[in-house]
């Protein structure tokens, strides 16, 4: 398969992706989470569930599946081509104020607070966030500068920088954009790794 069939494949994919995903947290923000069915999300989104379930897994999935996650990882890639690996790690950090996500902050803020709000989803994403510390960590190692145990801390220390950025950002008082949360986050851990 060609790069072009490859990439509208993937826009293909993460427009059907997204759409579900609003229809999602439109009935859940309307009906409550429990209340919410694949089946239900299938026929408001027009997309089967069998379609669904193949995208995202389960219905935790569904909510907690984040828009940012390829960039970032492509982002990383690209970083750890030019960079030593913590300062890869921070650039990706810095990355997220410029990632192109498709909706307002506001919006962001909302489905978060509704992500810390729904205990089964709290529950899911804590361990989604550990998820991704692991896979940071060895991509990390993967890349060849850094040993396992090296990587796992750099890993580590971005994660908690990103959570606390969201953290802040979500419980912010001020409509902040997430953008510049997220840089001073990759300040803070430029500061805090180079001692």
Do not use: C, N
Not at 151 to 165: G, K, S
């Amino acid at each position: 398969m060609d790069e072009t069939a490859t990439t509208l494949t993937e826009r293909k994919r993460r427009a059907m992706m997204l759409r579900v995903q609003d229809e999602a947290f439109l009935m859940a923000f309307q009906d409550g989470y429990e209340a919410v069915t694949v089946e239900a999300i299938a026929a408001a989104s027009e997309v089967s569930a069998s379609t669904i379930y193949r995208a995202f897994g389960t219905k935790e999935g569904i909510f907690l599946w984040d828009e940012a996650e390829l960039p970032m990882w492509r982002m990383l890639e690209v970083e750890l081509t030019r960079h030593a690996p913590i300062d890869a790690a921070i650039a990706v950090v810095d990355g997220i104020a410029a990632l192109d996500l498709h909706l307002p902050d506001a919006e962001i803020r909302r489905r978060f607070r509704f992500l810390l709000s729904e205990p089964a989803l709290r529950w899911k994403l804590d361990q989604v966030f550990r998820d991704f510390e692991r896979e940071l960590a060895d991509r990390i190692a993967a890349g060849g500068t850094a040993g396992q145990t090296e990587a796992r801390i750099i890993a580590a220390a971005a994660m908690a920088a990103i959570v606390a950025a969201m953290d802040e950002w979500q419980q912010a008082g001020t409509l902040r954009p997430f953008g510049s949360v997220a840089t001073e986050a990759a300040a803070a851990l430029r500061g805090v790794l180079s001692g």
